[in-house]
């Protein structure tokens, strides 16, 4: 079993879920990515979101959520994706950069648009009342 070890950022506004899609792909799945060598998940999650979507999230707000398995989308069946998730405040405006094709606040019901990874999250969010 091989295991994708990712940070993911939870961003909810108005009862959905931020999202982003790279470039030449079909699924959104949660901004955020991997740490480099000697990072901090803090440090490592503020530099892949300003990488991402262009914003700056506050340290200080960072809180841990949760952490998440699934199957990594495009790979075999031994590969899973482990998320760690984290809730931020952010300053800045939400723009997608880099590889970001497409940011997207994703409602509960269309979460069939998202990787198998973010419906884990968004049905845990759905169980804790917090997605429409």
Request: hydrophobic letters at 40%; glycine letters at 6%.
């Amino acid at each position: 079993m091989k295991e994708i070890d990712k940070l993911a950022w939870l961003y909810i506004k108005e009862g959905k879920l931020l999202n982003a899609r790279s470039r030449h792909k079909q699924l959104f799945y949660l901004p955020g990515g991997k740490r480099e060598e000697g990072e901090s998940d803090q440090q490592a999650l503020v530099r892949e979101i300003k990488e991402e979507v262009s914003v700056d999230l506050l340290p200080n707000s960072i809180k841990y959520a949760q952490t998440f398995t699934a199957q990594a989308d495009g790979e075999n069946s031994e590969t899973i994706v482990k998320l760690t998730c984290y809730f931020a405040d952010f300053k800045g405006e939400l723009c997608a950069d880099a590889e970001i094709e497409e940011v997207a606040f994703i409602g509960y019901q269309d979460k069939a648009l998202c990787s198998l990874g973010s419906i884990k999250v968004m049905d845990w969010l759905k169980s804790q009342n917090l997605l429409q």
